[in-house]
T-cell receptor
Framework: KQEVTQIPAALSVPEGENLVLNCSFT??????LQWFRQDPGKGLTSLLL?????REQTSGRLNASLDKSSGRSTLYIAASQPGDSATYLC????????????FGAGTILRVKS | DAGVIQSPRHEVTEMGQEVTLRCKPI?????LFWYRQTMMRGLELLIY????????DSGMPEDRFSAKMPNASFSTLKIQPSEPRDSAVYFC???????????FGPGTRLTVL
């Protein structure tokens, strides 16, 4: 059974700091991995999607990497801002279950001004 | 595009009552997903549809839960009878193609007293 773990569970940093969020998964047979952002009381917003054949994806200040063989992904946020405060979730799409996404529990990020 | 639309945004009901949650996916998306989010279990896939046909309902917790998609622009998730442990936020999401980015609605917060 695929399990997705995110570390740390919560993180508080001062504005301007670069930070890394971690995601690990137990089964390397994945189609892709997505990073989402969730603001309180709202739905999820997709940030980056990395296909299993890719090593990384970048969007603005965000960079996500994928090491499928070791079952790890990282989300790097450069020059953090208070507006980045949210919960960040990673999800893996399983190869043998069609479109099923398995989510981690998320990392709650707070960027202090 | 208006994005994925869910209604109601909040629902408070009493145990034993029937609850119907509604979702309008993004126009043109062939896949529709229903998720449930709780503090204890995180985000879980309940069921998903492809071209209005249910593909995987293995996440539906009990026979009390049922989902339909009568046409490409509308889906419902029904709980009958509802129980306090069904209290959660229910999300609907849609995507263009298999494995593509999923776009989430704002969710329906259900409270069963």
């Amino acid at each position: 059974k695929q399990e997705v773990t995110q570390i740390p569970a919560a993180l508080s940093v001062p504005e301007g700091e670069n930070l890394v969020l971690n995601c690990s998964f137990t089964d390397s047979a994945i189609y892709n991995l997505q990073w989402f952002r969730q603001d309180p009381g709202k739905g999820l917003t997709s940030l980056l999607l990395i296909q299993s054949s890719q090593r990384e994806q970048t969007s603005g200040r965000l960079n996500a990497s994928l090491d499928k063989s070791s079952g790890r992904s990282t989300l790097y946020i450069a020059a953090s801002q208070p507006g980045d405060s949210a919960t960040y979730l990673c999800a893996v799409r399983l190869m043998e279950y069609g479109n099923k996404l398995v989510f981690g529990a998320g990392t709650i990020l707070r960027v202090k001004s | 595009d208006a994005g994925v639309i869910q209604s109601p945004r909040h629902e408070v009901t009493e145990m034993g009552q029937e609850v119907t949650l509604r979702c309008k996916p993004i126009s043109g998306h062939d896949y529709l997903f229903w998720y449930r989010q709780t503090m204890m279990r995180g985000l879980e896939l309940l069921i998903y549809f492809n071209n209005n046909v249910p593909i995987d309902d293995s996440g539906m917790p009990e026979d009390r839960f049922s989902a339909k998609m009568p046409n490409a622009s509308f889906s419902t998730l029904k709980i009958q009878p509802s129980e306090p442990r069904d209290s959660a936020v229910y999300f609907c999401a849609s995507s263009w193609a298999s494995g593509d980015t999923q776009y989430f609605g704002p969710g329906t917060r259900l409270t069963v007293l």
